[in-house]
């Protein structure tokens, strides 16, 4: 039985490590709150983010705003604008997104070696999913989507497969976290795993690809009880790919059983889109990818004192046996996807 990744980030490009957040100390985030003309009153409350770091800051007001630092060296100043362009676009198309604020002209700054944004500080409740609730998901998706193919991406990337496994890969096995008497295994699980989603790729239906959200699980969403909506978070991943990347994660259900729930998602996508049930097909890829990337990125950002803590998991030997198992059942799903290994 394979074992998901916490529904949290996993398609990972970052070079960084060390302890990259470090010198983000209280009085750097009110300085950088200040410097774009605002009063912070001193109340700070850093939000769930292992990526970045992220903060509501309270003004004098008694309004607050959500600073978002990001990772140095993971994306460009091109890219980041690339996001922050790209959930402008969508907001003027009246999706429920979160746009940067701009400043004199500009959405990205910088204080003391931090890139930083400023955004609007919005709150809700879990997603929770059921039958009407993913029906009007799926419509917002379409939506999205529609939005997305209008437009390119130059600096962001364009989801690869083949090379995300085989970066998470070389991620992995130059942390030192594999046990030595497993890194052979992890070697071999992982190469073969490469191979199986080339052999894959030419079997599945064709995708366009187009501006996606990139990591949209039920994490990334709210409702907002004061719009009564929907809204969509964290477009930190948006990535050129197939519009099923955006779906696949929401539905509760195996492979060997498609559920109402994706029948839901479906039906209200297809209210503003068009998507084929075939393209569920490029699923077993996807958990691929994802499962791989999940690991290399924690291995790679190691060294951050937040992952240590957050994913003890990974200094234990029988994690590695664990995920070798994993990774060869993934590239069985892959070979074989009316197997069982595809529909765990």
């Given at each position: 039985m394979l074992r998901r990744p916490a529904h949290g980030r996993d398609h990972r490009q970052a070079v960084s490590g060390g302890?990259?957040?470090?010198?983000?100390?209280?009085?750097?985030?009110?300085?950088?709150?200040?410097k774009l003309g605002l009063r912070p009153s001193g109340e700070l409350l850093a939000l769930n983010s292992f990526e970045n770091r992220v903060?509501?800051?309270?003004?004098?007001?008694?309004?607050?705003?959500?600073?978002k630092?990001?990772?140095?060296?993971?994306?460009?100043?091109?890219?980041?604008?690339?996001?922050?362009?790209?959930?402008?676009?969508?907001?003027?198309?009246?999706?429920?997104?979160?746009?940067?604020?701009?400043?004199?002209g500009n959405t990205l700054h910088r204080l003391r070696g931090f890139r930083y944004a400023l955004?609007?500080?919005?709150?809700?409740?879990?997603?929770?999913?059921?039958?009407?609730?993913?029906?009007?998901?799926?419509?917002?998706?379409?939506?999205?989507?529609?939005?997305?193919?209008?437009?390119?991406?130059?600096?962001r990337p364009r989801f690869d497969p083949i090379a995300s496994i085989?970066?998470?890969?070389?991620?992995?096995?130059?942390s030192g976290l594999i046990p030595p008497v497993l890194a052979a295994a992890y070697a071999e699980a992982s190469r073969l795993l490469a191979e199986a989603a080339a052999k894959a790729i030419p079997r599945l239906p064709s995708q366009p690809m187009l501006r996606l959200h990139g990591d949209l699980h039920r994490g990334n969403i709210l409702w907002d009880d004061r719009e009564e909506a929907l809204l969509l978070l964290d477009f930190d991943d948006a990535v050129l790919g197939p519009p099923v990347q955006d779906l696949w994660m929401l539905p509760a259900e195996d492979a060997a059983h498609p559920s109402p729930d994706r029948q839901a998602l479906l039906e209200g996508y297809r209210l503003f889109g068009e998507i084929?049930?075939?393209?569920?097909?490029?699923?077993?890829?996807?958990?691929?990818?994802?499962?791989a990337h999940w690991v290399g990125w924690i291995a790679e950002r190691w060294r951050d004192p937040a992952f240590p803590r957050a994913f003890p998991q990974l200094a234990e030997p029988i994690f590695w046996q664990e995920h070798v198992e994993d990774?060869?059942?993934l590239a069985q799903a892959l070979e074989d996807p009316q197997g069982p290994a595809a529909r765990a």
């Open positions: 302890r990259p957040f470090a010198g983000l100390r209280p009085e750097t985030i009110l300085a950088a709150a200040e903060f509501r800051v309270g003004l004098e007001t008694g309004d607050a705003v959500v600073l630092f990001y990772r140095p060296k993971r994306w460009s100043d091109e890219a980041i604008l690339e996001e922050h362009a790209f959930l402008a676009e969508l907001a003027a198309s009246d999706l429920p997104v979160v746009p940067a604020f701009r400043f004199a955004f609007p500080a919005r709150g809700g409740r879990s997603f929770e999913g059921g039958a009407e609730a993913l029906y009007r998901l799926g419509a917002l998706i379409a939506r999205l989507h529609a939005v997305g193919v209008r437009g390119d991406f130059l600096a085989r970066r998470a890969r070389e991620q992995a096995l130059s084929a049930d075939a393209a569920f097909a490029w699923v077993p890829l996807l958990r691929a990818v994802r499962q990774l060869r059942e």
